[in-house]
Every structure is written in structure tokens, then in C-alpha cells.
């Protein structure tokens, strides 16, 4: 019974999942940006690019799968495909803003093009959020009705085995 709890989290709340999301999304994305510098400097650019963007992606998902969601287990093949999307869709936000930015203003100086970039960046950010909580890693209903249930059960029975069955005799030691 107790198995059946350790591998059956509790959804966390919106806060923590995202404070999560941003933890293991931003420690991947921080680790990928070294990744590519290292594998560049022995394959072109945009193939290491190309390489690390892919496992990447794939080890963040993992990762939200298990620790962000509270899923507590391995990523699906649809919901691998399903972040990519959700990945694809947030470099096509950020490529578009600097797209509008180079169209908008003639020489954008490197402070524009950051907050420009930022911005995009953490606006799409936000929208993968939602979109790989309530649509990728989404729990029904039932999932989480089990999940409480199965706490719940859990708890009631090592409460009935903590109280002794029969009457506690006390004596006197002499």
C-alpha cells in the first residue's frame, strides 16, 4: 500500500510547479548553452545546435514529467511530442519578436534586443507553462481522485495497525 502512495504524488500547487518548471527548465537551458558552445567547437554550429536543442528538450521534459507535475513517472511518447510543440511554438514566439524588432527600429542596440528577447522569451515561457500543465501533463479527474484516495487509505491503515487489537492490560511492576 504504501508503494502505491510513493508512486502516486500529489499534484503541487501552481506556485511550486512553476518555480519547478523554472528550476529544471532554466538549469537545462543553462547546462544546453554550455553543451553547445563545447560540441561546436568539434561540429558545426547549427548541427550542435540542432543535437543539444533535441536531448534537451528530452531531459527537460523527463524532468517535468517526474518532479514538476508530480507525475512521478517517465514521460509518454505523446507528451515527448506534445513538448516539443510546446518548445517549437515558444522558439517561433521568440524568433518572430526579434523578427518585428529588426523590421521596427532600423539598428536596435544590444540592450533593446535583450529586453526584446527577454521578454518574448519569458512570455513564452509562461505560455509553455500552462500549456504543459493543464494539456501535456494534465492528470484527469480520476487520476487525481485515485491518487487522494489511495492516501487516504493509506493513512487509515497504518492508524488501525498502530492501535493494539485487544485491551492493554496495565500492571505493577514490583
Do not use: D, K
Amino acid at each position: 500500500m504504501e508503494t502505491t502512495l510513493s508512486q502516486q504524488q500529489a499534484v503541487p500547487g501552481t506556485f511550486t510547479a512553476f518555480a519547478r518548471f523554472v528550476l529544471f527548465g532554466g538549469g537545462v537551458g543553462l547546462a544546453s548553452s554550455f553543451a553547445v558552445a563545447a560540441l561546436a567547437s568539434w561540429i558545426y554550429w547549427g548541427l550542435a545546435n540542432a543535437l543539444i536543442t533535441a536531448a534537451s528538450t528530452l531531459l527537460a521534459t523527463e524532468l517535468h514529467a517526474r518532479f514538476t507535475f508530480g507525475a512521478g513517472e517517465r514521460a509518454t511518447w505523446r507528451q515527448h511530442a506534445q513538448s516539443a510543440g510546446s518548445a517549437a511554438a515558444a522558439y517561433a514566439v521568440t524568433s518572430v519578436a526579434m523578427l518585428a524588432l529588426q523590421q521596427l527600429v532600423a539598428a536596435p542596440g544590444v540592450v533593446l534586443e535583450q529586453v526584446v528577447y527577454l521578454s518574448a522569451s519569458a512570455f513564452a515561457g509562461v505560455a509553455r507553462f500552462a500549456v504543459l500543465r493543464l494539456v501535456v501533463f494534465r492528470r484527469s479527474r480520476s487520476q487525481a481522485a485515485a491518487t487522494v484516495r489511495a492516501a487516504r487509505h493509506v493513512h487509515a491503515t497504518a492508524a488501525c495497525t498502530a492501535i493494539p487489537a485487544g485491551p492493554v492490560m496495565l500492571s505493577r511492576a514490583a
